[in-house]
């Protein structure tokens, strides 16, 4: 797999953060088209049961975003929920959306 763009490696870092700061499974980080980043954790309450990229993606939307240059997610999962990736792409679908372990390594991009 080739080497990620600094940005999208800061996408990486960003989710790891999360993830490491709230104990969640999983940590997501999108940047906008003006280069914004939204951070976010999974989000597990009786009431509302968000997965971490749907989360950031949440957090994009609300502020104005009308599409995404890139998404990050940290998980020990084998491939990106379907839920949160289609998040994605519904703002953009050529977005990539990078998957790393929760060591930070790059496991696939889609």
């Given at each position: 797999?080739?080497?990620?763009?600094?940005?999208?490696?800061?996408?990486?870092?960003?989710?790891?953060?999360?993830?490491?700061?709230?104990?969640?499974?999983?940590?997501?980080a999108?940047?906008?088209?003006?280069?914004?980043?939204?951070?976010?954790?999974?989000?597990?309450?009786?009431?509302?049961?968000?997965?971490?990229?749907?989360?950031?993606?949440?957090?994009?939307?609300?502020?104005?975003?009308?599409?995404?240059?890139?998404?990050?997610?940290?998980?020990?999962?084998?491939?990106v929920?379907?839920?949160?990736?289609?998040?994605?792409?519904?703002?953009?679908?050529?977005?990539?959306?990078?998957?790393?372990?929760?060591?930070?390594?790059?496991?696939?991009?889609?």
């Amino acid at each position: 797999m080739s080497e990620l763009q600094p940005e999208d490696a800061k996408l990486i870092t960003l989710a790891r953060s999360a993830r490491g700061r709230t104990g969640a499974p999983e940590g997501a980080a999108v940047r906008d088209t003006d280069g914004r980043t939204y951070v976010a954790a999974t989000v597990s309450l009786p009431s509302l049961k968000l997965s971490a990229l749907q989360a950031a993606v949440a957090a994009a939307v609300s502020s104005g975003v009308e599409g995404l240059e890139a998404a990050a997610i940290v998980s020990a999962a084998d491939a990106v929920e379907q839920e949160g990736l289609a998040a994605v792409h519904d703002l953009t679908p050529s977005a990539p959306v990078h998957l790393a372990g929760p060591d930070g390594a790059l496991r696939t991009s889609a």
